[in-house]
């Protein structure tokens, strides 16, 4: 029995942990994406083009069909997109992004970058960059409309530092630019070619004049994204992507990763509730003449059963309150471990979740476990007749 004890307080316990670790790193990395490329992301316009068919062989009425969609890359008209955007419910904020591709030259080395051009007051609005930024400052950068903000990983490469004058090429301009800060997102792709400018300098250089590449938009519930990009594509002929369908890929490695650690770990609950089972099964064998006595001064079948499932019921208990116990020391342990993060997110130590659901859901397996292991014995002693079990003992 205090075998099984120890597995249903460490089956508990590693469930609970596991179940915080892995849900934890998936909050922050949603955390992460929704604070670099926001919620919603509308941009290529797309036309249907139509083909006719004759409704008859011979006649003149003719029928008109839905033959493919043409994409056409960008936003033309951002200003009137974003005023029809933000009669949408649930949308907090939008901005325009101009983004193109280029080569940032600075100390005599170069590296490719991709441009993003912003208008600073509306992006901050739907991302997280200001507080991204791990040197310099955005005051210096709203200061000066030739500055720009560098990835951190680009930065290491070039050895840029704040204040420092860079230059940028693209395919028609070179222009020099000012470093007023360098941001770490922890997205590694992002980091190591991003870089943001003032949207008429970005303008200048990629030379765009106009429109933009897309709009960002921030909404009060990021959950609902996939049925807000859904009505606003059907209404602004615009695609329309959320956050869900572009992270999908990492969202479902997430999902699997918790899926197969709480299937691993939930084999420790079920290895202590076999040793009870076994436990139970072996005091029905050597209490059997216990048990027929009991029967015999008027204890019914369903009060054995009770005896048996209290027994079954207090270890469970015990153990789930203590595995909840052990489950919180070891999280709370691995939230001050320090550990350097970069990749997909940047952190400096393990991300946990504490969720009450992680308990409940450690606790309901750990029931229904030792609910199955300790019914069997019982409902084994509950059928046991008293006159044959005396009969056999005194013979």
């Known amino acids: 029995m205090l075998m099984s004890f120890s597995g249903i307080v460490f089956g508990v316990g590693f469930f609970i942990v596991t179940q915080a670790q892995t849900s934890g790193f998936q909050d922050f990395f949603i955390k992460t994406i929704l604070g670099v490329d926001g919620m919603i992301r509308v941009e290529d316009r797309f036309q249907s083009t139509m083909r006719s068919m004759e409704a008859e062989s011979g006649s003149n009425f003719q029928i008109l069909l839905e033959s493919n969609v043409r994409y056409i890359p960008g936003v033309q ?105 360098v941001f770490e997102t922890g997205i590694g792709q992002v980091d190591k070619e991003r870089i943001f400018l003032h949207m008429p300098a970005a303008r200048i250089l990629l030379d765009r004049p106009n429109g933009a590449s897309f709009i960002q938009i921030n909404l009060e519930d990021p959950t609902k994204a996939p049925e807000v990009a859904e009505r606003m594509q059907a209404s602004l002929s615009h695609a329309a992507t959320s956050w869900q369908w572009r992270e999908r890929t990492w969202l479902q490695v997430f999902k699997v990763l918790r899926i197969s650690s709480a299937l691993t770990v939930s084999s420790i609950i079920l290895i202590a509730g076999l040793g009870m089972f076994n436990t139970l099964a072996m005091i029905v064998i050597d209490k059997t003449r216990e048990i027929a006595i009991l029967r015999s001064i008027g204890y019914t079948r369903a009060d054995i059963i009770k005896i048996f499932m209290y027994q079954g019921l207090i270890v469970l208990s015990v153990g789930i309150l203590g595995g909840a116990t052990f489950a919180a020391i070891i999280t709370y342990s691995l939230s001050r471990l320090p550990i350097r993060i970069r990749g997909i997110f940047a952190s400096d130590t393990f991300i946990v979740n504490w969720d009450i659901a992680h308990y409940l859901w450690a606790a309901a397996i750990a029931t229904i476990v030792v609910g199955i292991a300790s019914y069997f014995p019982a409902r084994k002693a509950a059928r046991l007749e008293p006159g044959v079990v005396i009969r056999s003992s005194g013979s």
């Open 77 to 181: 008209f951002p200003e009137r997109l974003m005023a029809t955007i933000q009669r949408f419910p649930g949308v907090v904020a939008a901005a325009p992004v101009v983004r193109g591709s280029g080569m940032l030259n600075a100390n005599f080395r170069a590296h490719s970058c991709r441009p993003y051009g912003i208008d600073a007051e509306k992006h901050f609005q739907v991302s997280d960059l200001e507080e991204q930024i791990i040197r310099g400052s955005i005051e210096a950068f709203k200061a000066n409309p030739y500055a720009v903000l560098v990835g951190e990983r680009m930065a290491q490469r070039l050895s840029i530092h704040p204040g420092d004058s860079v230059l940028i090429e693209s395919h028609k301009q070179n222009r020099s630019y000012r470093v007023a800060g």
